[in-house]
């Protein structure tokens, strides 16, 4: 049976150090780190994710901002607010919740924030920063920052002679992680929908991080016996078991077959989720210290 990875417990960790940190700097300066978070329209799952934010901001002891539009809000609009946070000098971090509703254009949108302040690590200058091994000079998108978290702490800092496969490459996950990973001298595989035999290609895998977004598509033959399996899914499915009508979270994993093959694994929920949110927070504290041109802290 698989060592389970902690994800709450790893997150309440940075947690704890971003707070610390956050009162270090409004000692020091009198400025609070600032982060703004917009979000547009009505989607359910979308307001939960940026409440947890803004609680988790204010427990933080930053100075937490939302900005929720109405759905019918134009290209326009949202391009002027963005512009407005750019330039507010109380606002360290911005962070436009996605997806936006379908007629904006989500990547002028998302480009516009100003790279000091894109604490969701998207601006092509932080994303480039990562390709170019920069890892210290940029911010990292947040999941996989709180991914290769949870990878140091069951194997260090050096991934040297390390397979890793990373199934997913998407702009927000798959690339940076598949990034990060090989800036730890991991050697990395980026599969996606069009890999050949994509059971045999994971079953190589040292680490696996899987973010594919299929409810427990990784099955216990896809992994290496002793693999760390990293799981970036969540899934919501019908849990006849707990009623009717009811639902449950599940990963891109088959947490139980693939546990018993593991050496350690992340749960869905528990895992990853709790670390996206502590990294924006890191992000947040990182970018305020820059702004106030000291020293950076490190998580
Ligand atoms: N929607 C789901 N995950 C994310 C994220 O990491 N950042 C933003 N901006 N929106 C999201």
């Not at 009162?23 to 799952?45: F, M, N, Q, R, Y």
Request: glycine fraction near 10%.
């Amino acid at each position: 049976m698989a060592f389970v990875i902690d994800g709450k417990e790893a997150a309440a960790s940075v947690i704890s150090a971003v707070t610390e940190a956050s009162v270090s700097l409004e000692g020091k300066t009198g400025i609070k780190p600032g982060l703004a978070v917009v979000i547009v329209g009505e989607d359910p799952a979308s307001h939960a994710y940026v409440n947890s934010k803004g609680k988790m901001a204010k427990q933080c002891g930053f100075n937490s901002i939302q900005h929720t539009l109405p759905e019918e809000t134009t290209q326009e609009e949202l391009q002027a607010l963005v512009d407005t946070l750019n330039a507010d000098l109380a606002v360290h971090g911005i962070l436009v919740q996605l997806p936006l509703p379908k007629h904006f254009d989500s990547d002028a949108i998302i480009q516009s924030i100003l790279p000091e302040k894109d604490v969701d690590g998207l601006n092509i200058a932080n994303a480039g920063k990562i390709a170019t091994g920069d890892l210290d000079t940029g911010l990292i998108s947040c999941t996989p920052a709180g991914s290769m978290l949870l990878v140091k702490r069951v194997h260090g800092e050096d991934l040297s002679g390390l397979n890793a496969v990373v199934i997913g490459r998407s702009n927000l996950f798959g690339k940076p992680m598949g990034l990060l990973l090989l800036a730890a001298n991991a050697t990395v595989t980026m599969a996606h929908s069009r890999t050949k035999d994509l059971a045999s290609v994971c079953r190589n895998a040292d680490i696996l991080v899987a973010a594919v977004g299929r409810a427990e598509m990784v099955k216990r033959d896809w992994v290496k016996p002793g693999a760390t399996v990293i799981d970036v899914g969540i899934n919501r499915v019908p849990a006849p078991e707990k009623g009717e009508g009811k639902t449950k979270l599940v990963g891109d994993v088959a947490f139980v077959e693939a546990s018993e093959v593991a050496a350690s694994i992340t749960p869905v929920p528990g895992g990853v989720g709790p670390m996206t949110i502590a990294m924006l927070m890191a992000n947040t504290v990182i970018a305020a210290h820059r702004a106030c041109s000291l020293p950076v802290p490190k998580f």
